[in-house]
């Protein structure tokens, strides 16, 4: 039975976020609609950059976006603004 459509959206807007937090969430998410990190290795990388310190200090923001719509599923990774990681892909 495929998923309902859905829109999910974490955003941080500090640096005390854990990449492994992010991934953990990642996780449920994609086993809701019957997929896995497995199936996206460059998810982990992509979490791991949009979490990293800055060299130039202050606060930094990363956002996480699920989008699950018409069989697809879209992930977007940003951080301060600017994407991190894109990708869509069918929900089987």
């Given at each position: 039975?495929?998923?309902?459509?859905?829109?999910?959206?974490?955003?941080?807007?500090?640096?005390?976020?854990?990449?492994?937090?992010?991934?953990?969430?990642?996780?449920?998410?994609?086993?809701?609609?019957?997929s896995?990190?497995?199936?996206?290795?460059?998810?982990?990388?992509?979490?791991?950059?949009a979490?990293?310190?800055?060299?130039?200090?202050?606060?930094?923001?990363?956002?996480?976006?699920?989008?699950?719509?018409?069989?697809?599923?879209?992930?977007?990774?940003?951080?301060?603004?600017?994407?991190?990681?894109?990708?869509?892909?069918?929900?089987?």
């Amino acid at each position: 039975m495929p998923a309902h459509d859905f829109y999910f959206a974490l955003e941080f807007s500090s640096q005390g976020v854990a990449a492994s937090l992010l991934g953990d969430l990642a996780a449920q998410v994609l086993t809701h609609v019957g997929s896995s990190t497995a199936d996206l290795p460059e998810l982990a990388d992509a979490l791991e950059k949009a979490v990293a310190k800055g060299g130039f200090g202050g606060e930094r923001r990363c956002d996480v976006q699920f989008r699950a719509a018409n069989g697809a599923l879209e992930i977007l990774v940003s951080a301060n603004g600017g994407r991190v990681w894109q990708t869509t892909r069918p929900i089987p």
